[in-house]
């Protein structure tokens, strides 16, 4: 059985394929397409947008795909930026510029008022219309200034409190087993296993 990653995010694809090693479906990204395929995530929650992508890779490739949004709310914010997450400081801005803006409109906020939580939806999409969708998610606190080094997107400011450490000093190991990426696509992977079993 073959699935069609739906995302072109190096980030993502980096992260999803080591949280699924070693299951027993060939994981197809966008290097291996005939075409790149960009698709405008202009739905209002993350849950729209995960079955968007989905469905525009499983008609392009006639075959399963599978796609993840994801988004951090922020509860000082109301939420914000979640399904903005991406664009938060604009269009076309980087990782960077997305931090800014969010510690600005973090100043001065005490650490009790800092709580925030990364959300993942996946969505699994069958070329006959079948729809599955898994939802992780992790607790945490914005942090004054960024710390650490790997990872990406608001990572270096968004800390766990079990560790005292944000997920970029944590490092993809430990990300990757508790992230809410790895909580939602843990999900995929048990409902794949009964599926593939069913036969
Ligand atoms: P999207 O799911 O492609 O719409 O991306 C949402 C945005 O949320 C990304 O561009 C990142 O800024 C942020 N984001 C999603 N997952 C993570 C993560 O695991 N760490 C840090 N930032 C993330």
């Known amino acids: 059985m073959e699935i069609v990653l739906a995302t072109q995010n190096r980030d993502k694809i980096k992260e999803i394929r080591e949280i699924?090693?070693?299951?027993?479906?060939?994981?197809?990204?966008?290097?291996?397409?005939?075409?790149?395929?960009?698709?405008?995530?202009?739905?209002?929650?993350?849950?729209?947008?995960?079955?968007?992508?989905a469905e525009v890779w499983m008609k392009e490739t006639e075959k399963p795909a599978l796609a993840d949004d994801s988004g951090l709310e922020v509860d000082y914010l109301n939420g914000a930026p979640g399904v903005y997450s991406s664009r938060f400081a604009g269009e076309n801005v980087n990782y960077a510029d997305n931090n800014v803006k969010l510690l600005k409109m973090m100043e001065g906020v005490p650490e009790e008022k800092r709580t925030a939580r990364f959300r993942c939806i996946a969505a699994l999409i069958f070329p006959d219309g079948g729809k599955e969708l898994f939802e992780g998610t992790i607790e945490g606190i914005i942090i004054n200034a960024p710390r650490g080094e790997s990872g990406f997107g608001y990572d270096p400011i968004f800390l766990i409190p079990e560790y005292n450490k944000t997920f970029a000093e944590l490092g993809d190991e430990i990300k990757n087993k508790i992230s809410h990426r790895a909580m939602a696509f843990s999900k995929f992977r048990k409902y794949l296993e009964i599926y593939l079993n069913k036969g």
């Open 20 to 53: 699924l090693k070693g299951i027993p479906v060939k994981l197809i990204t966008f290097d291996e397409h005939s075409r790149e395929l960009c698709v405008e995530e202009d739905g209002k929650t993350l849950e729209e947008n995960a079955i968007k992508k």
